[in-house]
């Protein structure tokens, strides 16, 4: 079985209080951690690799985003999934040659662009282009911002995806949805549903959010900003010492 049918087989069958937990690596020091803790799958953040490579979130140019997704493939044995945000205006063809010259085997495709949702139809009609382009050597993630750059109606929410899954994602990914509107996205939509976990901020945890309809949770940046703030606590230390 190839790492992408491995990584699509991981969201089938999921029950309601087991969904597939993908941690964000943003080098290939975190990568390999998080495969030694025994993570059968990987994610890696945008905003999280933007920041370990000194950029903005959302400013990191494409190639120096491709040679990092790349560092941590290259680091583990396990699937990984890219967030190449919204595909950093390359042509469908050639945004998935660069994600497999990477080793990805999955990506997040987000539906807006510097905070303005994107014409929800223009955008499935690119989703679809990349799904040919892909074939079956990717999984696709269909990020739907309603919540984030929208007007936060999940019956907003609920179009986009439907548009997306018809065009062939495989999981869409509401970014920011309230957990009490999780059960309406989740009966409503067709297949995965990626939620976003907020560890640390009280948020519901990742068995939680299964029970609420998420087939699959990340984490986002969050692993990469802990490990700062524990980095933080070390230089104080060693100020001590000087």
Request: glycine share 10%.
């Amino acid at each position: 079985m190839s790492k992408v049918e491995v990584f699509r087989a991981l969201h089938r069958g999921r029950l309601p209080d087991d969904p597939l937990v993908l941690p964000g690596p943003w080098d290939a020091v975190s990568a390999r951690t998080l495969e030694e803790a025994g993570f059968p799958a990987l994610a890696t953040p945008s905003a999280g690799i933007a920041a370990s490579l000194g950029y903005e979130d959302g400013a990191t140019p494409a190639d120096e985003m491709f040679a990092a997704v790349a560092r941590v493939c290259r680091a583990v044995e396990v699937p990984v999934s890219a967030d190449v945000e919204d595909g950093y205006g390359l042509a469908p063809k050639e945004l998935v040659e660069r994600l497999l010259e990477a080793g990805a085997v999955g990506c997040n495709l987000e539906d807006s662009q510097d905070g303005v949702l994107k014409d929800a139809r223009r955008h499935a009609d690119w989703l679809a282009e990349v799904r040919y382009a892909a074939g079956d050597q990717l999984f696709v993630n269909a990020r739907v911002d309603t919540f984030s750059h929208g007007d936060g109606d999940p019956e907003r929410a609920i179009e986009r995806a439907a548009l997306y899954v018809a065009a062939g994602a495989d999981c869409v990914y509401p970014i920011g949805a309230p957990p009490d509107v999780l059960p309406l996205l989740r009966s409503a939509i067709q297949g995965p549903i990626n939620v976003y976990a907020k560890l640390g901020e009280g948020g519901p945890s990742p068995t939680e959010l299964g029970e609420l309809g998420a087939t699959r949770v990340t984490f986002g940046p969050t692993l990469q900003r802990w490990a700062a703030l524990a980095f933080q606590g070390m230089t104080a230390e060693l100020r001590k010492h000087r």
